[in-house]
């Protein structure tokens, strides 16, 4: 057997091609590198599709009937979108940990219940659309703000509330628990739309939480009145949509029209609000319709045995709220005293659960401005006719006087000249004979 021999220059093994190998490792560096410089791909909760800066997350016309995993939400999502689904109910932690949202759109569903609390992690909100559902009743906790309370190292507030409870620093050093308080819920809503629903009712406290509140639908749905307290809290409010209901133009509905006539005074709008009863008011737009119109009720109310008083106010016979349970975050007493059992009559007490806010009842400011200012026009014109004839009567009176001493000055020189015509006649005649 012949001895093996290797081929001239080599040593038995393949060659191996070194610059492939550098280029491949060069190529891979590159790739890490631009792999550690760009950012990481933010989740997307399946089947919704986020917008290119993750601020518009659209989860709408998927044929929904439950949440998609929200928890996939980017951190930077400002707005969630879903409409057009078949959403019939929602559990109270559906929307947890979302404070970043600013927009959120559940139109075109199948809601007939909210839970009270859903909207609570929800304090950047700012628009909530719940447009063609089928809500039917609202929970009056629904757009409450809520206290929370987390454990901090320093605590500087003297005093704090509790939903219409006062709690001093002491009572809160006293057990030893340092506290930080903050704030959820909708507080920061600016626009609100439950059109095409079927409400009949606001409940009184449900919108008493949206200070912020400037745009309000309530259109479309199957309202016969609504109470004037459920409306006063929106200070801010500028428009409000009240079309296409059932109103009953009665005396259940006089003292919103007052508040309604108060809110187009100030700069308001109100669409129209089309009376169905009675019949004498059919198809008559209510903010038409005189306040003397009403004036009934007041008779009715008198002959009801003064009980009218409630209804009057719309209480509807409920104790009324104290000042601090109207402003629970408003001034807050100058001493710690006021924690004892003296507290609960100085203005820090428990409210009643069932009380209600007090109302001012001012008739239409419109109307009274306008009387105001004709009955001074009218007042003005009769003092310049009085002023006119008082001066017309003394020129007058001077006049006659002026005339009656002339007159009386005339009389003896008329008397002398007849007697000496009369002389002359008979010396004629004794001269003639």
């Known amino acids: 057997m012949p001895p093996h021999t290797h081929p001239p220059g080599g040593t038995g093994l393949p060659p191996t091609n070194s610059a492939a190998d550098l280029a491949r490792s060069v190529f891979l560096g590159i790739l890490c590198l631009l792999a550690a410089l ?14 290119s800066d993750d601020l518009v997350v659209d989860c709408g016309g998927r044929g929904l009937s439950s949440l998609p995993p929200l928890h996939l939400l980017p951190q930077r999502s400002r707005s969630l979108l879903l409409t057009n689904n078949k959403l019939a109910s929602l559990e109270a932690s ?13 139109s075109n569903n199948y809601l007939d219940n909210l839970p009270g609390g859903l909207f609570r992690d929800m304090s950047n909100l700012t628009r909530l659309t719940l447009h063609n559902n089928s809500l039917t009743v609202m929970d009056r906790e629904l757009f409450q703000v809520h206290i929370k309370l987390s454990l901090r190292e320093s605590f500087n507030a003297q005093n704090l509330w509790f939903h219409d409870t006062f709690v001093s620093k002491k009572i809160l050093f006293w ?49 016969h009145g609504l109470e004037r307290a459920a409306f006063e809290p929106l200070a801010n409010l500028q428009h409000l949509e009240l079309g296409h209901n059932p109103w009953e133009c009665d005396c259940n509905l006089r003292d919103f029209k ?34 003397e119109m009403f004036n009934y009720c007041l008779q009715l109310e008198d002959e009801n045995g003064g009980g ?72 003005g014109i009769v003092c310049i006719m009085m ?44 001269s003639v004979a």
């Open 175 to 223: 057990i030893q628990i340092p506290v930080f308080v903050f704030l959820q819920g909708l507080g920061s809503l600016q626009s609100l739309d439950l059109s095409l629903n079927g409400l009949s009712t606001v409940p009184l406290g449900l919108l008493d939480e949206l200070q912020k509140l400037r745009w309000l639908s309530l259109a479309g749905n199957r309202l």
């Open 258 to 291: 007052h508040w309604m006539e108060w809110l187009l005074y100030r700069g308001g709008k109100v669409d129209a609000m089309e009376c169905t009863l009675p019949k004498d008011l059919r198809g008559r737009d209510i903010r038409g319709v005189p306040v």
């Open 38 to 51: 760009l950012p990481p791909a933010s989740p997307c909760p399946p089947p919704c599709l986020c917008s």
């Open 94 to 106: 559906a929307f947890a940990n979302l404070s970043s949202l600013e927009e959120l759109d559940l």
């Open 387 to 430: 002023v006119a004839a008082a001066a017309y009567g003394c020129i007058y009176a001077s006049l006659m006087a002026k005339y009656q001493r002339e007159l009386k000055k005339r009389q003896p020189l008329m008397g002398d000249g007849e007697a000496d015509g009369e002389d002359r006649e008979e010396k004629q005649i004794s």
């Open 308 to 379: 009218g008083e409630g209804s009057r106010s719309g209480q509807g016979g409920g104790p009324p709220c104290s000042r601090s349970a109207l402003n629970p975050s408003g001034v807050t007493p100058a001493s710690d005293s006021s924690v004892d059992g003296s507290s609960a009559t100085a203005g820090g007490g428990d409210a009643p659960p069932d009380c209600v806010r007090a109302r001012y009842r001012p008739v239409s400011v419109r109307r009274a401005i306008g009387t105001v200012v004709i009955a001074g026009v009218v007042c």
